[in-house]
């Protein structure tokens, strides 16, 4: 017996009876985006019907109801990741913007010869930011490197910083490989140096809680639309004295205190880094997502998790000639693999022809795959709606479709 009850669960997710190719849909693509459940739907069409306007400048009821509704959310964020102040949770579009939303303000701050870290497994919204603040200040991108297994070799890292070190950027678990990153041990050695540290958090924030103070980071960044919550939203946490340090990202209506044509001075955080009407519903919807979750209980679904991941492990790998890259010991939900004599994209279409979706290529993250000396892997991502038997059609498809292919 499993030790969530997924057949509840599963009821939660209408797009979960979908058939797709007449078969019924197992979705394994998680890792690029979650489904969403009818509580997070619902949140959405009240909204909608109910209570739409714009925030924090109507007197009026609905944009009073609106305002309350999206603070609230702020509030839910804050206290699921424990932050220290709500003003500290600034909400974005997701990681990618929460990502140049910093790479932007630093560009002040870096001088010629400055370095920054990041890994060997980055997602590109990791890597391109960095690369371009670098060409506009002379900062030099210097990269920690993984070893066979998807690891950080942490005693390079300890030798890569020193006093030049500014920043460290590192995901806290990667997509392509699945590894948990010892983020906490990171940061720790930073800060020895004097550097800041950016986390991103998207993949982490569906598999486990990151308590912000606890892991003394200065910003770390989720998107909603990974853990059950909707598209083009999410949140940047930074420190306090972080954020009044950094110079607003985009000018416009809501990031203001005072206009005029000699002179603006910015508003207060978080606003001061919340230009334009944002995402109303998609915050409100991004705090009832983490409610989900949390009725759920993070612990158990990191737990359920970690037994689909046993199983599915082990059931590939008795597949001849299958290889699994990431085989970290501390990793999350996600089997990237390949099949000897056999171009991953090749699999990923035939395993869609059987309604099993998975993610073939170099998911964003070219410089692992060149690490690797391949072109890409098929990448099945489990998430907590996800059960043994949907493993079991995934484990027979690749089966299938190898016999197809060889
Ligand atoms: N970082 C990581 C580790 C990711 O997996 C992703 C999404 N695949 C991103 C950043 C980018 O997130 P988004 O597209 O939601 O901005």
Known sequence: ATTLDVTAIRKDFPILQRKVNGYPLVYLDNAATSQTPRQVIDVIVDY???????????VHALSQEATDAYEQAREKIRSHFNAAHSHEIIFTSGTTEAINLVANGFSSLLAEGDEILVSAMEHHSNIVPWQMLCERNGAKLRVIPMNQQGELEMDTYREMLSGKT???FCNHISNALGTINPVEEIIRLAHDSGAAVLIDGAQAAPHLKADMQQLDVDFYTVSAHKLCGPTGVGMLYGKEEWLRKLPPY???GEMIAEVTFEKTTYADLPHKFEAGTPNIAGGI??????????????????RYEQELLAYATQKLQEIEGLRIY????DKTSVISFNIDGI?????????DKMG?????GHHCAQPIMDFYQIPGTVRASFCF???IEEIDRLVEGVKKAKDMLL
């Open 285 to 302: 919807a991004f705090g009832a997502a983490l409610d989900y979750l949390n009725a759920i209980g993070m612990e158990a679904i990191a």
């Open 385 to 387: 709606y996800n059960s």
């Open 250 to 252: 985009k000018g416009g």
């Open 326 to 329: 990431g085989t970290a010991a």
């Open 356 to 360: 099993i979706a998975v993610r073939t």
């Open 48 to 58: 909608y019907s109910r209570y739409n306007a714009n925030i924090h400048r109507g």
């Open 166 to 168: 500014k920043l460290v």
């Open 343 to 351: 171009h991953p994209y090749d699999i990923g279409t035939l395993l």
